[in-house]
């Protein structure tokens, strides 16, 4: 097999490339591969089990099309203040405006247009006086909510979408490994059970997200690339009575504290 991309992985990032080959008009011969299933086939037994089975060889939450996003509750955070390091590596008014343009296109696919924690300025402003109060400060985050049943709608037009322009998908291969030719990677290798294939292409684009971080890590560590963790949060699950937070969550739907307690001074911040 020869293609111009090979993609290795279909979670967003996955996604967004291959939306982004075909929107810019590189008229590219397009592989993704994909280790899990299509979102139509992605199937859970928890749901009648009632238990977590363990699937082998892989986890339909966390694995197929679209990742861990299809079974999530689906909320997209519209500020680079929250997520990750990306303003650090593309800068602030960049990943601001990456964030508007990727969720135009979630909205261009049927994402609701109402958009959680703007409006109501002078609660907002009471509610930024109390986390002041109490050492904390309050991120500014419009959210937009997708619902999980949504969600999945969601991708599996993106879905239907990738595959009406040409985008070729192999659903259950997982890759071994890059092909090297010299110091320049060729394509890769991917099986599924015992049927081994060679995908070669001009250009290989990794995006294994969350999932496939140690993966990525042990080819990183055989090739000798150069390569740098990103950090890793520890958290802990703090239940309290609805009462405390009715009226946060009102207005804001999720809100986004960040704090620096003593003694040590690490940042800690609220999720979900």
Known sequence: MKYDVVIIGAGPAGIF????LIRKGANKKIMMVE???????????????????????????????????????????????????LPELIGYDVAQKTIEYADSIYLEFGADTHVEGVGREEEVKEIRKRAIKAGLRLVDCPIRHLGTEKAQDIYYAIEQYLIENGVDMLFGYECDNIILEGDQCKGIYVRKGDENIEIFADHTVIATGRRGADW???LCAQHDIS?????????????????VMEKVNDVLYESKLIGYPKPFKNKVRTFC
């Open 17 to 20: 490339t291959a939306i982004e």
């Open 35 to 85: 280790k899990g299933q299509p979102i139509e086939k992605r199937r859970c037994p928890k749901s009648k089990t009632n238990k977590c089975v363990n699937c082998k060889p892989y986890c339909h939450i966390t694995t197929g099309f679209s990742g861990a996003g299809a079974f999530s509750d689906g909320k997209l955070s519209l500020s680079p203040e929250v997520g990750g390091q």
């Open 216 to 218: 990525l890590e042990k």
């Open 227 to 243: 390569h740098q963790p990103g950090t890793v949060d520890i958290g802990v699950r703090v239940e309290i009575r609805n009462e």
